[in-house]
């Protein structure tokens, strides 16, 4: 009887963090990662998701970075761009069950301009990212 209310909190607990069997967060590593500064501090905040060419050009250019933009198969890809003020930035991401969870890591040594991370993920398996529908 004492075993049958151990197990309770135990499951509630289990719940309550997401780490019941099927729940598991597994580490995805992007196929490809672009990263650099620009120049205008206010081009930080969250992470926001490119799924189409068009807005992803539409970005380069409103950066004005100098390089070539990276080849992306929007059809099976997309592209997460994480954005920091701080001086170093690294992406880290998770999949449960078809939501890819995206955030940035970054020091917390403020710099002027905004450091970015451009990571491109296969489209396979993913519905959401960050809880919002992946179009």
């Known amino acids: 009887m004492h ?3 151990l197990a ?28 650099g500064t620009v120049a205008d501090d206010a081009a930080a905040g969250p992470a926001r998701t490119v799924a189409d060419a068009k807005a992803f050009e539409k970005l380069w250019a409103d950066w004005k970075i100098p390089a070539d ?22 992406v880290v991401a998770s999949l449960s069950s078809d939501d890819l969870n995206v955030t940035g890591v970054s020091t917390r040594d403020l710099r ?4 970015y991370v451009m990571a491109v993920f296969e489209r396979d398996g993913v519905k959401k990212v960050n809880g919002k529908e992946l179009k």
């Open 3 to 5: 075993r049958v209310f």
């Open 8 to 35: 309770a909190p135990l499951l509630l607990v289990g719940v309550m963090t997401g780490r019941m069997a099927g729940e598991e967060k597994k580490p995805v590593k992007p196929k490809a990662e672009t990263a």
């Open 69 to 90: 933009a990276p080849k992306v198969d929007f059809a099976k890809e997309f592209v997460v761009v994480v954005t920091s003020r701080g001086s170093r930035l690294n």
């Open 112 to 115: 002027p301009g905004t450091r």
